[in-house]
């Protein structure tokens, strides 16, 4: 979750951000407490729930702060990789079309901001990723644990 921040805060401001999230952004806690997990005890799955609620919600975090960029957020589906395992059930090749297409396509629908896409169709996110009131406060919490601060639009 860092990683996402701190390059968004860093880079010259782009036309365009896709960031890359899990329909398991769903079971995140949406508390936003012990975001570095050095106060609870690890899991590896809540956490990977945790950073993709995060993420997501940076995304939609960036589309009101930054209303001329283009950000969305996309779920690549559960695809057969060495992390997704050999029983997923997404088709592989369809696991990266989504971002590209946002990233570059002149179609109308990818010119759009602040949405949660599977599969080139806009999906709702979990509630709390669309609350200007938790988006805030992740990006002060971020912003307290790196020390960056996100440019004003």
């Not at 398991?24 to 609870?40: A, N, V």
Request: proline share 7%; hydrophobic share 40%.
């Amino acid at each position: 979750m860092l990683a996402p921040y701190l390059l968004t805060a860093l880079i010259g401001r782009p036309g365009r951000l896709v960031y890359l999230s899990s329909g398991m952004h769903r079971d995140g806690d949406t508390s936003l407490r012990d975001l570095d997990w050095q106060q609870r005890r690890w899991s590896g799955v809540q956490a990977y729930c945790d950073s993709k609620l995060h993420i997501t919600t940076l995304s939609a975090a960036i589309a009101w702060r930054w209303p001329t960029v283009h950000s969305n957020a996309v779920d690549p589906g559960w695809v057969p990789t060495r992390m997704g395992g050999p029983s997923a059930s997404d088709d592989l090749a369809l696991g990266h079309v989504t971002q590209a297409w946002l990233a570059v396509s002149d179609e109308p629908a990818a010119a759009t901001t602040g949405r949660y896409w599977f599969h080139q169709q806009t999906e709702q996110p979990a509630p709390a990723v669309d609350e200007v009131e938790v988006q805030a406060a992740l990006l002060e919490r971020l912003a307290a644990l790196t020390g960056v601060e996100l440019p004003e639009p």
